[in-house]
């Protein structure tokens, strides 16, 4: 039994399905070398491809904290787990205390330098060059403690250790406040001058507070500061307290 072109039916089917296998494997070479599905394996990733990846993190919106007082955990949410909590490139996987041991056997001083100056694919600052030495240093103790060190992780204000309101605030003015307190913008109480302070809060500090969080005239409300309540009540009790 055959028709025109000579073929029996069984034979067209299997033609047939031969072409479909054919065309479906022909779409799945294309759409995995579109996606660049055979160039992400992390063995094989080379240096740029790894700094491309991570540049939106780079620059680090690490949690809302004011900068310089971002916990380990919060960097290494922010900047560190891009490599570390899948062991990209070679590094350290987070948690994985069989990888971190050795590192951890180089003692603090070597870890926190290699974190802060790079080492090898490992980038300075993990490429985040706007993280203090501290913020580093909290990380390397969050990421090596959890790989089974016992560091101790540098104090900060926010959700670590109780922060000491006099070092929050000194922060915060030196980063904020200082724009216009130092020198006295646009009226602003001098940092120091201690007449326009004691007029100042005259009215009592919570007031001083509350008027300073709305914002005052060329007083910018909170001052611009973008962190918490009691963080800038401890910018204004350090300015207060310099001004006695
Ligand atoms: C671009 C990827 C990348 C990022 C981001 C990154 N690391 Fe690394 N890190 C590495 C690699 C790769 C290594 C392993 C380097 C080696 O041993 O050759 C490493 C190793 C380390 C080590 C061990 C160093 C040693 O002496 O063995 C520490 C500590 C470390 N990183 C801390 C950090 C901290 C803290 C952050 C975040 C602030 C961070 N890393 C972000 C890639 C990265
Ligand atoms: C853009 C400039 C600017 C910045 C930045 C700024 N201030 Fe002020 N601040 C002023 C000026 C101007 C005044 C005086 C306003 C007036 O009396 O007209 C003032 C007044 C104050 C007062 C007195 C309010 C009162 O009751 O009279 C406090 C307290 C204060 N600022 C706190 C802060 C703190 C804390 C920061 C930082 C987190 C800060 N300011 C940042 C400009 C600034």
Not at 164 to 188: F, L, Q, R, S, W
Request: with cysteine; charged share 20%.
């Amino acid at each position: 039994m055959s028709n025109e072109n000579g073929m029996a039916p069984g034979q067209i089917i299997k033609v047939l399905i031969g072409v479909v296998v054919g065309l479906v494997v022909a779409i799945w070479l294309l759409a995995k070398l579109a996606t660049g599905g055979y160039n992400v394996d992390a063995e094989v990733m080379t240096k740029e491809a790894v700094a491309a990846r991570l540049k939106p993190v780079g620059e680090s919106k690490a949690s809302d904290a004011p900068p310089g007082m971002r916990n380990g955990e919060q960097v290494f949410k922010a900047i560190c787990i891009s490599c570390h909590g899948q062991g990209l490139a070679g590094s350290p996987k987070f948690g994985d205390a069989a990888a971190w041991g050795p590192r951890i056997a180089k003692g603090w001083d070597t870890l926190t330098q290699h974190a802060l100056q790079g080492f090898n694919a490992m980038p300075a600052k993990g490429g985040a060059a706007d993280l203090t030495d501290d913020e580093v240093k909290r990380a390397v103790a969050y990421m090596g403690n959890a790989g089974g060190a016992k560091f101790t992780e540098p104090p900060v204000g926010g959700a670590g250790a109780p922060a000491d309101p006099a070092v929050v605030g000194k922060k915060i003015y030196e980063t904020v406040c200082t724009n216009c307190h130092a020198a006295g913008v646009a009226g602003a109480p001098k940092f120091g001058d201690k007449a326009a302070w004691a007029e100042r809060t005259k009215v009592g500090l919570d007031e001083v507070q509350k008027i300073a969080t709305k914002g005052l005239n060329a007083m910018p409300p909170k001052g611009g500061f973008a962190g918490s309540d009691a963080e800038f009540r401890a910018a204004i009790e350090y300015m207060v307290n310099n001004s006695k």
